[in-house]
C-alpha cells in the first residue's frame, strides 16, 4: 500500500471513520450522551440469542455500552479502520476483560466479504454499530447501494441480527433537546412507515432548514421489523435520525 493510501486511511478510513470520526466523537461526547442513553437501553432490550456476536464498524466503540458487550463470550469485531482495535481496546478493554469476554479484531470490509464471514461464525449474533448509512459515502453508486442495503436481510436469513445506522441527515435552524424531538415524533405517527411522507414528517419535527440527506438506509429491516428512531445532534444543528432494530429468526 502505498503511504498516502496508508495516510488517508488513518485519517478517514475510506470517508466513513478514522482519525476524524474520533476526534469528533471525543469532542461530542457531552451532546451525544442522550443519543448513547437511548442506544443503551434499545440493546438493554435485545436478547441475542448466542453468546458470540459479530460486531461489524466496531471503531472505538463511541456510543456502545461495554455493559452489553460484556453480555457475550467471544466477539469477533470488524473494521476498515486501522485506529480501531487500539481505541476499542482502551475503551472497552478494562470491561471486557472483567467479564472474560475474548475479543479478536479484523481489519475488513464486513459488508464486502459478509457471505464468508457468516460461513466461518454460523453460531454467532450480529450487531451493526452505525456502519450500514455510511455504505453510501463508500460505493458512489445510489441504486448499487440501494440494491445491496435491501438484499441484506435475505444473506441474513435465519440469523440473529439487529443494526442501528443513520436513516436522514441534516441541518436544523433550531436548538432542540433529543428527548423532546423523540417524544414528539412518538407522538405523532407511531407505529410508521418509512415512507417519504413519514420521513417529511421526521425531517420538520428537527426543524429542519436547507437540504437533508437520505442514507438510503431505509430497506435495511422488513417492515414487519420493531425498530425505533433516535435523534442524535452530531454537530451543534446537525441531526441525524438513526434507526434501531432486531431481527430475530423466525
Ligand atoms: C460512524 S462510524 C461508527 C463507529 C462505532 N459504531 C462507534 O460507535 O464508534 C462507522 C465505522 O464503520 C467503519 N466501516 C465503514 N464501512 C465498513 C465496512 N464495509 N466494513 C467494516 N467497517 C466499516 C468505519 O471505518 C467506521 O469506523
Known amino acids: 500500500m502505498e503511504l498516502r493510501e496508508i495516510l488517508k486511511n488513518l485519517v478517514d478510513a475510506g470517508g466513513t471513520g478514522g482519525l476524524n470520526w474520533h476526534l469528533h466523537a471525543f469532542n461530542s461526547q457531552k451532546r451525544w450522551q442522550t443519543t448513547v442513553a437511548y442506544i ?7 436478547k441475542p440469542r448466542h453468546s458470540h456476536l459479530l460486531l461489524i464498524g466496531c471503531s472505538a466503540g463511541w456510543m456502545m455500552p ?23 481496546n482502551w475503551r472497552h478493554g478494562s470491561a471486557l476483560r472483567k467479564s472474560a469476554t475474548q475479543l479478536l479484531h479484523h481489519r475488513q470490509d464486513a459488508l464486502a466479504h459478509l ?12 450487531w451493526f454499530d452505525n456502519v450500514l448509512g455510511q455504505h453510501r459515502y463508500r460505493v458512489r453508486n445510489e ?34 433537546d433529543p428527548q423532546v424531538c423523540l417524544h414528539d415524533v412518538r407522538q405523532r405517527v407511531y407505529p410508521y412507515a418509512l415512507d417519504s411522507a413519514y420521513n417529511q414528517s421526521l425531517v420538520q419535527s428537527l426543524y429542519a432548514q436547507g437540504i ?16 425505533t428512531l433516535i435523534p442524535w445532534e452530531f454537530k451543534p444543528r446537525y441531526w441525524h435520525w ?9
Open 40 to 46: 443503551e437501553n434499545f440493546l438493554l432490550h435485545c
Open 66 to 88: 461495554s455493559s452489553w458487550l460484556s453480555q457475550f463470550e467471544l466477539i469477533d469485531a470488524y473494521d476498515i479502520d486501522p485506529l480501531a482495535q487500539y481505541l476499542f
Open 115 to 126: 457471505p464468508e464471514i457468516l460461513l466461518e461464525h454460523p453460531q454467532a449474533s450480529l
Open 143 to 176: 441504486a448499487q447501494v440501494e440494491n445491496e442495503l435491501r438484499r441484506l436481510k435475505t444473506t441474513l436469513l435465519g440469523r440473529d441480527w439487529g443494526s442501528v445506522h443513520d436513516l436522514l441527515s441534516g441541518p436544523s435552524h433550531a436548538a432542540l
Open 212 to 227: 437533508w440527506f437520505d442514507h438510503l438506509t431505509g430497506c435495511v429491516f422488513s417492515d414487519d421489523t420493531p425498530t
Open 242 to 250: 438513526l434507526q434501531a432494530g432486531w431481527q430475530s429468526p423466525n
